[in-house]
């Protein structure tokens, strides 16, 4: 395996800093849509009740927290989201899109590592981050935040990007990965780096069993991984033990 790219939290949180403005285009545009639908499928995993505080790591421009408070025919929304990121621009972006839906009062977007999140021990029923655990330097040091954050019994959803396995699709897949995205994200970006990091750092993420086996270790339970739009992102689920 190749070795991973260099995730240093000042290195990834300014180059989230520098793509923060065509973030949301480019999410759009690079997965033709699909990643709203992705969002909203981990959100009803959670299977909110309406009374849930949840905490949304790496939430970059809030997209799943605003999702987490959007409710709808699969189920009431959250009562709150507390977002977390260490990407000011990100943030702030994020914060614009809170106060245009009018959910300032709900969502609160605050700066701080997934690695030392700012949440007490056991204060939060529903944790989501949604690609960005691949990001996190330590993806277990924060598996095992998020496990303390949760309340016993409490609901975890993870979305990463995965590497397909069918022939055919994964050559494909891997073009698509390694050739055309790049390129779209750098034309659009202006950024360089970014988005050639981003296939360096899915096939350097751990395999779905070796990520549930760190989900377990870190005191979760009921861990799941499902493959979504065949194996192109997995949804991890899984319960605070
Ligand atoms: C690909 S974006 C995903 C944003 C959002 N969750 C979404 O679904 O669009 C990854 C985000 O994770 C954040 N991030 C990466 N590592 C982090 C860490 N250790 N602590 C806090 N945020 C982190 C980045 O700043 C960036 O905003």
New binding site residues.
Partial sequence: MASPPDKT?DR??GM?DAIAPRYDLL?RVLSAGIDKRW?ARAIRSLQLTGRETGLDV????A??ALEARRGGPSGPPAARVLG????GA?LSLGKRKVEAAGEAGRIALVR????NLPARDGSVDAVTV???IR???RPEV?CAEMARTLRPGGRLAILEFGVPRIPGLSAFYLWYFTYVLPRVGRAVSGHNAAYSYRPASVGTFPPPREFMSILTAAGFTDVRADPLTFGIVYLYTARKA
């Fill in positions: 939290p990834i949180a989230f999410n969002r790496c939430t970059g421009t997209d799943v977390v990121d260490f990407a990100m701080g590592d997934a690695m949604s690609f960005g990001n996190v330097q924060a």
